[in-house]
């Protein structure tokens, strides 16, 4: 084997080999993102009852509820501008829709209509999947 091909085959084989381990380090990656953003929403949602369950034990009912109206037009407005970064989940979500169709419901009923037009938005994104599911 004469030195060009030599090194031709060693550049391949180093291109080979990166490639196999920047396609493993992207996974890994991947996966580490996805376990990150599910214990943030875990403290988050740990975070949000334990401040509801202290204003109501507290016996705060107004606060109680600004806190969980707050956050619940946080969330919509969260998912409502990463819609269209997201791939649609692959699977049912009967309680996802269920739950945002229930804060529709009362943002209509609170004089939100913006809250409504991003739960909407929500709804048709969710549905899309639902119907593949």
């Not at 875990?42 to 109501?56: K, Q, T």
């Not at 107004?62 to 692959?90: F, K, T, W």
Request: aromatic content about 4%; some cysteine; hydrophobic content about 45%.
């Amino acid at each position: 084997m004469s030195k060009r091909s030599t090194v031709a085959v060693l550049v391949v084989a180093s291109f080979l080999i990166g490639l196999a381990m920047g396609w493993r380090f992207r996974g890994s990656r991947s996966e580490r993102d996805a376990g990150t953003v599910a214990v943030v929403r875990a403290v988050e949602v740990a975070g949000l009852c334990a401040n509801a369950l202290g204003a109501a034990e507290g016996g705060r009912a107004a606060n109680l509820q600004r806190l969980l109206e707050m956050r619940m037009a946080n969330a919509i407005d969260e998912g409502a501008e990463r819609v269209d970064s997201a791939s649609s989940p692959s699977l049912a979500l009967p309680n996802l829709i269920e739950g945002l169709s229930r804060a529709r419901q009362y943002a209509a009923a609170r004089g939100m209509p913006e809250t409504v037009r991003k739960c909407d938005r929500l709804l048709e994104f969710l549905a899309k999947s639902n119907a593949r599911a």
